[in-house]
């Protein structure tokens, strides 16, 4: 597998995830960095070691360096398998609806990936793929985030599940059958500019972030 640079920033102040392009960007958005320390311990341990940091996203380890650190930026830069990323560029526009929307808990529900259905960016995942997906994102992940840009604080999976049987949506307005191996979720909206989105149609669905490869069918 080939490798490609990947550099990183992190505001000092917030966290900002720049995918594989090399580049910062001048935005300030949040960004959960490996969940097992404390935003503040992050800062501490970058400011005063400029050492080798462990960074997840999307639910994959990957080890970078910090090679400069200049108005208050951390410039990580690391290597990543070659592969296609599912970023912000499609993050307006989602797939499929949330199937249930409950009001009181603020809890919304819907599919994440649906088996052999084609996304946005004209790719497709089988239900196998699918799977391990739905596993890593609960063993490792469990991130939350806006529109491929905001992440963390946002909300908290309460559900998520591998439909065994095919299964129907019937909403009035709509119908739609989903076959076995969908990976459904419930999240519960904890921020409440995001809740108020989702309550006035701005937000209609999950969409899934990741990095994969390509394959030729």
């Known amino acids: 597998m ?9 505001l000092f102040d ?3 995830f720049t995918a594989d392009q090399a580049t910062t ?22 400011q005063r070691d400029k050492a080798d940091f462990k960074i997840n996203a999307f ?7 910090v090679v400069t650190m ?13 592969g296609v ?27 994440v990936l649906v088996p052999d259905s084609v996304d946005l960016q004209g790719d497709f995942e089988f239900p196998e793929d699918i799977q391990k997906a739905a596993f890593k994102f609960m063993e490792d992940a469990r991130n939350i985030g806006e529109m491929h840009i905001k992440f963390g604080n946002i909300g908290i999976p ?9 299964f129907f949506v019937d909403k009035g307005s709509e119908f739609k059958i989903f076959p076995s191996g969908t990976w459904m979720m419930s999240v519960k909206i ?13 937000l209609t669905g999950f969409s899934i972030g990741f990095r994969g490869t390509r394959e030729e069918a």
């Open 2 to 10: 080939k490798k490609s640079i990947a550099v990183h920033a992190i």
């Open 14 to 16: 917030k966290f900002l």
């Open 25 to 46: 960007f001048a935005q300030k958005e949040d960004f959960s960095v490996d969940e097992k320390r404390e935003d503040d311990n992050i800062i501490a341990y970058l």
């Open 59 to 65: 639910g994959e380890d990957m080890d970078f360096r």
């Open 70 to 82: 200049a108005e208050g930026v951390a410039v990580l830069v690391g290597e990543l398998e070659e």
């Open 85 to 111: 990323t599912k970023t912000h560029e499609f993050s307006a526009k989602v797939t499929w609806n949330y199937t249930k929307v409950d009001e009181p808990k603020r809890v919304v529900t819907g599919p």
């Open 158 to 166: 309460v559900e998520s599940w591998i439909a065994r049987e095919p």
């Open 190 to 202: 904890t921020d409440d500019k995001v809740w108020e989105k989702v309550r006035n149609g701005e």
